[in-house]
């Protein structure tokens, strides 16, 4: 318990250490966003604004879960496996960015390009909890609900983690939004990981939301930096693999309530689109719905970070009422 509030800390810390020399550098070599043409008009503004902050978010991450894992003598291979899984997708969202800003334009990787990189990055932990975790690495649980997928298992881990990163992903659209709202969800984790003596994803869970706690400061409206892909495909990644190696694969779809939604809303307008011509949402994802209809960002992203601070306490309290034989 004191080592995750060490972890929390150190990366809360880090954060907002690192952050003021990164931004500098950003602003210097002038690396700005690029803004869709189909965003709501206020986003013309943002255009300019430094990204890629999301670096920064991943070295102190990195950092404190290192020297805690050590600190704590829970530095094993599983810690590991996530922390690579973690860097692989943020070196991937680092592409992603770096062909936007190459390109002058809100360009990077293919859809296909993209989404293919995340499931090869997927396999990583999956592969490794299926052989190390023996017949409990297929199996999902509910409370005292138990099935064994077999071989199903994969596809449903590459969905848990391919798409909290591209849900996460999504999430990130308005200022603080993604930090506010994923901050909450990684508390979660670590609550749950240390309810099932996990400590070592306590630790990396707590870790990062340390990192995002302090990236808020200079997230939050007026935005300062945006975290970019480099940050919310690694962070939206990390959250699913979290779950597949911790075994809470199930508790993840409400830890991230806030995330489904948000994806769902982009899966309802395409498909309505396509069926009917017409679109549900004013736009998708549904924080661009409600920006247009009027609704100030501010309170959008309050109002979401609140939404995900319930979703994940209600996930916390679900857990421990079936760990503790209530229900």
């Not at 939604?261 to 549900?280: D, H, P």
Request: aromatic share 12%.
């Amino acid at each position: 318990m004191i080592m995750t509030v060490v972890s929390f800390l150190l990366g809360l810390i880090l954060c907002l250490l690192f952050g003021i020399p990164y931004i500098d550098f950003l602003k210097k070599k002038t690396i700005g966003q690029y803004i869709r043409e189909e965003a709501p008009e206020t986003h013309a503004k943002k255009a300019g604004t430094p990204t890629t902050g999301g670096v920064f978010i991943i070295i102190a991450t990195l950092l404190s879960a290192v020297i805690t894992l050590f600190m704590a003598e829970k530095f094993n291979d599983r810690a590991v496996i996530l922390l690579i899984t973690f860097l692989f997708y943020a070196l991937a969202g680092f592409q992603d960015d770096f062909l936007k800003i190459q390109g002058k334009e809100n360009k990077g990787l293919s859809a296909r390009g993209k989404f293919l990189r995340q499931i090869l990055i997927a396999l990583l932990p999956i592969v490794y909890a299926i052989q190390t975790y023996g017949s409990f690495g297929t199996q999902i649980s509910f409370g005292n609900i138990v099935v064994d997928l077999g071989w199903w298992y994969p596809l449903l881990a590459i969905i848990a983690i391919t798409g909290a990163s591209n849900a996460y992903n999504l999430t990130d659209g308005l200022d603080g939004l993604a930090a506010a709202t994923g901050f909450p969800a990684f508390i979660a984790c670590t609550i749950i990981s240390l309810l099932s003596h996990d400590y070592y994803i306590a630790i990396i869970a707590a870790s990062m939301a340390g990192a995002l706690l302090g990236f808020l400061k200079y997230n939050k409206p007026k935005a300062q930096v945006f975290m970019g892909d480099t940050g919310s495909l690694a962070i939206g990644g990390l959250l699913g693999a979290l779950a597949v190696m911790g075994k809470f694969e199930i508790y993840l779809v409400i830890i991230g309530g806030v995330f489904v939604i948000e994806a769902l809303s982009v899966i309802i307008q395409v498909i309505s689109f396509k069926l009917t011509g017409k679109r549900v949402f004013k736009m998708s994802p549904i924080h661009h719905h409600f920006e247009l209809c009027g609704y100030s960002e501010v309170n959008i992203v309050k109002g979401f970070a609140i939404a995900s601070t319930i979703f994940s306490a209600a996930a916390v309290i679900i857990f421990e009422l079936f760990h503790t034989g209530v229900l």
